[in-house]
């Protein structure tokens, strides 16, 4: 294509380093029999390439320095790839570390070898390497809480069929003769509510069926107080099986609990002594028993919620350890103790996953926190992702309590071995954690502290034992990624007072974690945060786009000279928090602000241009992704939705695949979207799936099984993420893993669709979603959709050896465009309704005819220019937008629609003061219900500026940046541009300045063992000079094409 420059180096500069098993630096506790094996080659100069490796690994690091590969030895493999190598040694061992290194050859014959020592170290293989049993500890109040509570409605109305918008106020009359220690108020309904307490509005929840629990202890008066629900009958869900029904279950269910400082409890559950009556009326009468707790008739509201669990036991070690690990998870969350220090830095851990299906385990190297003599083991244990409602209908995936498994494994210098485990001689306690629940936040008591209790000689004698839990066949399984942490801190900038006692934090960033409190004053002092994205006018806190979730911690003082608190077991999405019950007046250091991701590392990815606009672009994606992937890909990290939704990720995972390393977490979420795929083939819209559209089979109503279905582009991320992954990765194992159930989801939507047009078996078809003009076909869009999976299928299938898979769908591809021509595309060129996505999805999926192209193109165009040269494009159609216009000649409107402030634009948002992707265009102006402010979809257009605008891409036809391609797209409304980006190969960098007119300047850094080909903006190489050498290259369109291999390059145009 060009010439390739030649130069040689020293081998001695060419060692191999950052070495990686399973794209891990020395991973502890891996389950995976036969690991992938990466690294890099540290060369700068020229050309330098691989041309053979050979792996060593061995069973201690003595053997491996010693050049004693006694576990594998690849031998001299004649092969330029480093990435993806697959161990193909001895049959490794539960918990054996496994030390390597890499010797590679050049292409001058030299070798080189590693000087890192790398490692991994195994987990547990097989179920029988788990000594540990499963258990858990019941609060002895959980079930007093429940007895007495019945389902009420109004006297005299069938409650199973109420018309929508049906409203009854409930009534109780509480006494209390003295001020509690606590009390709280817990609802659960079918429908709508509003709770008040002594005329103080405390909650207002919409369709939420799972126990809510309030705090009201601030608002309990000594003598009567009056508690105060308004139930609202519910409208269907749009999207789920019950949509268009005309009359609905409502009921109420509700308990008030007094805890007393002695002791003692009231409880007040609904009942028929409840007073009730319709809102319109005003003469109460006794409510209606509908039924208890356990009536199938208003579905299982789940448990009321309990507070956390302490669960400790101590044990007697005869020497100093040699080493010690520990293997633990939990259905729930936990933080884990030895002789009273923490055990890692992670945070909600387990991660979350199906757990029907699937729990992770973390492992610990904890030698270092064990002493001869006594030792105590302890382990905090709340709800987390587990245990807290996380869809519409409440979400519990098994009955309570949570429940811990946990195996310490310790050696002994004189080879001795020794397993501590959790089973029935543990015992447990009431937790300080009085509340927690990943939607609704934290309350901790810290006046229930019991110091001391993890570590040892601590008087438990109170304590009552841990029972060993049944629990139904999941498989425990070590994770492939990283646990979430805190990664960074953040000072507030500013505090102001809206009203008396009234203070609100602002972070200056949407950002995702929770806040550090630093507080003094009396026991008992209740200190409530809550949080929120946006302000409203009065400046107070705007929390209506929260919806359910309440998004509070509390912390109750136990009256220390000085108390510190960040919630353990919850996070939240935030600019802003509203300090309300501070004894005094916080100043700006009361609270630090404490981000949490599953992204420890740095971007990987560096954008930096003329554009102020662009610059920001790239800045408040780094800050939306960094939130919104922690343990999933949430779509959004504030609301009563933290879910892995599908699309978002799907039409994002390029984006984010350049600004972080996700290799592993990607690996992770494709397990997930193989646990949530059903037996039928569907992938569904959430992974894990926790959305309530399924049931049991006797439930399994054609239209239920039809909305567990993914929706096009939803369900279709169950492919575009492997398919994302292989091209930014290399990654063709993920490929082999998941094929069955990628060509599962494939035979799932031909079976429906034997005409090639996607109109059945699309799920609730969310179609192009958000877009300003909502008129695209949806199954014009589905069917393209369709199309680019099947392209997908046929480049991965090729990429693995499937020839016969590869041809298949390359053929399903043609049978796809002939139908979508013969449905969708007139003979003047105009596609469906004439959208902008309608056009741009017949054009990036090359489902129009050759010739009509430029016609499509025309018309898009227009439609742009029609709009004040504005999009109008959705979830769907705006990942391909500025794609398609480039793609064909149109890189001067591509710019204009990036570099516009005005709505509908991703400027728009900017310039109102976003730091994070909003979900709307019009988020200032949107649906309150539908309104997050740190939403990533949108985002997905940062992908074309590193790949168009840097230029920074990778061939298709040697996927992760093997060979890259180096195309920026100019315009004279940016004059420079420098993009960094650390793909598995090595830092690729590029900068460059000027016009495609001239002058023009490029720098590129292509890293070792791979090739680049290099796009520049001239009419001939007589024009092109590097580092101040003619150069010969080759003609394409209005670019010339050099090729060369690593190392630096200058190119300037004359």
Request: hydrophobic fraction near 35%; glycine fraction near 8%.
């Amino acid at each position: 294509m060009g010439v390739l420059f030649v130069a040689f180096t020293d081998s001695a500069s060419a060692r191999p380093f950052h070495l990686r098993c399973e794209y891990l630096e020395n991973p502890v506790g891996i389950d995976k029999t036969s690991p992938q094996l990466s690294w890099q080659s540290n060369n700068t100069e020229r050309n330098w390439e691989q041309t053979a490796y050979q792996i060593l690994v061995a069973s201690s690091l003595e053997n491996l320095s010693t050049g004693k590969a006694d576990v594998w030895d690849s031998g001299k493999t004649n092969s330029d790839e480093s990435v993806g190598i697959a161990y193909a040694g001895s049959k490794l061992e539960s918990r054996h570390r496994y030390y390597w290194k890499v010797r590679v050859w050049d292409e001058r014959g030299q070798l080189s070898e590693s000087t890192e020592t790398s490692w991994w170290e195994m987990g547990f293989l097989t179920p029988d390497d788990w000594k540990a049993q499963w258990i858990s500890w019941k609060n002895p109040e959980a079930d007093a809480d429940r007895a007495g509570i019945r389902w009420i409605w109004i006297a005299g109305q069938d409650a199973l069929k109420v018309e929508p918008n049906t409203s009854a106020v409930f009534r109780e009359l509480v006494n209390i003769p003295e001020k509690p220690r606590e009390g709280a108020l817990f609802i659960a309904v079918r429908g709508n509510y509003a709770a008040r307490v002594n005329g103080h509005e405390v909650s207002r929840k919409r369709a939420w069926t799972s126990f809510d629990r309030q705090d009201i202890t601030d608002l309990l008066v000594v003598g009567e107080n009056t508690i105060e629900v308004t139930v609202t009958a519910g409208t269907p869900l749009p999207y789920g099986p019950d949509a268009g029904a005309k009359t609905v279950p409502v009921a109420l269910a509700a308990l008030v609990k007094i805890s007393h400082f002695d002791g003692s409890v009231l409880r007040f559950t609904t009942n028929e002594n409840w007073a009730a009556k319709l809102e319109s009326q005003s003469s109460w009468q006794p409510s209606q028993v509908i039924g208890d707790l356990s009536d199938k008739r208003m579905s299982d509201p789940g448990p009321i919620p309990q507070p956390a669990v302490e669960l400790r036991r101590e044990f007697d070690l005869p020497e100093r350890v040699l080493s010690a690990r520990l293997y633990v998870t939990a259905l729930g969350s936990y933080r884990v103790y030895l002789n009273g220090k923490r055990v890692g830095s992670d945070v909600l851990t387990p991660e979350f996953t199906d757990y029907r299906k699937r729990v992770l385990y973390q492992t610990y190297d904890v030698g270092s926190l064990l002493a001869k003599g006594k030792n105590a083991i302890g382990a905090t244990l709340a709800d987390g992702w587990y245990g807290s409602g996380l869809t519409w209908v409440g979400m519990h995936f098994f009955p309570p309590p949570n429940r811990l498994l946990a195996q310490l494994e310790i050696d002994y210098a004189d080879g001795r071995h020794e397993t501590i485990v959790t089973d029935k001689s543990w015992k447990g306690a009431v937790a300080p954690v009085v509340h927690s629940e990943i939607y609704s936040g934290e309350t901790y008591d810290a006046r229930l502290e019991q110091k001391g209790w993890e570590n040892p000689r601590f008087d438990d004698s109170r304590w009552t034992s841990a029972t060993v839990a049944e629990l139904p066949r999941i498989s425990v399984s070590s994770e492939s990624t990283l646990p979430a942490q805190v990664v960074a801190t953040l000072k507030a900038e500013r505090v102001t007072q809206p009203a008396k006692g009234t203070y609100i934090f602002d972070m200056g960033q949407n950002m995702v974690g929770w806040v550090s409190l630093k507080v003094k004053g009396r026991s008992g002092t209740r200190v409530r945060l809550r949080f929120a994205e946006i302000l409203n006018p009065d400046g107070t806190i705007y929390t209506e786009n929260l919806r359910n979730a309440d998004a509070t911690d509390i912390y109750v003082l136990k009256g220390d000279e000085e108390e510190q608190f960040s919630p353990q077991f919850t996070f939240h999405g935030f600019r802003y928090v509203q300090v309300t019950g501070y004894p005094g007046t916080p100043d700006k250091n009361a609270l630090l602000g404490e981000v949490v991701s599953s992204l420890r590392g740095e971007a990987v990815g560096r954008l930096t241009t003329s554009s102020d606009l662009i610059n920001k672009m790239w800045s408040i994606g780094i800050w939306g992704q960094r939130g919104n992937f922690l343990s999933v890909p949430t779509d959004c990290p504030q609301r009563d939705e933290r879910l892995g939704w599908m699309g978002d990720a799907g039409v994002f995972w390029r984006t984010g695949s350049y600004n972080f390393d996700i290799a592993a977490f990607s690996q992770k979420f494709a397990a997930d979207m193989v646990d949530a795929q059903t037996p039928q083939g569907a992938f569904t819209n959430v992974s894990p799936n926790t959305l309530p559209f399924g049931g049991s089979d006797a439930e399994m109503t054609p239209a239920r099984r039809e909305n567990m279905v993914g929706a096009p582009g939803w369900g279709d991320a169950g492919i575009i993420i492997p398919w994302t992954t292989w091209i930014q990765y290399g990654n063709k194992d993920l490929i082999e893993r998941n094929w069955d159930s990628m060509q599962h989801w494939m035979e799932f939507i031909l079976s429906g669709n034997p005409d090639f047009l996607r109109k059945k078996g699309v799920g609730p078809n969310f179609a192009d979603w958000l877009a300003p003009d909502e008129h695209t076909d949806k199954d014009l869009l589905a069917t393209a959709y369709w199309a680019l999976l099947a392209n997908m299928m046929s480049e991965m299938a090729h990429a693995v050896g499937k020839e016969a898979d590869a041809k298949r769908y390359t053929e399903l591809v043609d049978h796809i465009r002939a139908g979508f021509q013969r449905a969708y595309i007139k003979d003047n060129g105009e596609v469906g309704t004439g959208t902008q996505t309608s056009y741009v999805v017949a054009l990036y999926t090359k489902m129009a005819p050759k010739e009509l192209e430029p016609v499509l193109v025309e018309k898009l165009v227009k439609d742009i220019e029609s709009r004040n040269w504005h999009l109008s494009t959705g979830f769907l159609g705006t990942p391909f937008l500025l794609f398609t216009l480039a793609d064909h000649g149109r890189d001067d409107v591509a710019y204009r629609l990036l570099l516009n402030d005005t709505y509908p634009s991703w400027g728009y948002m900017l310039s109102k003061g976003a730091t994070t992707w909003w979900e709307r265009w019009n988020g200032d102006t949107g649906d309150p219900a539908m309104n997050s402010y740190n939403h990533y979809a949108f985002g997905s257009v940062v992908a074309w500026v590193y790949r168009y605008v840097a230029g920074i891409d990778s061939a298709l036809s040697s996927p992760g940046f093997k060979k890259i391609v180096v195309h920026p797209h100019l315009d004279p409304r940016v004059t420079f541009a420098r993009g960094e980006y650390d793909s598995i190969y090595g830092k690729i960098v590029t900068d460059w300045k000027g016009t495609a007119q001239g002058p023009f300047k490029l720098s590129v850094t292509i890293p070792a063992n791979t090739t680049a080909d290099i796009f520049l903006p001239a009419a001939s190489s007589a024009e092109v000079t590097e580092s101040g050498k003619n150069v010969e290259a080759q003609r394409k369109g209005d670019s010339l094409i050099v090729s060369v291999g690593s190392g630096f390059y200058t190119f300037e145009l004359k």
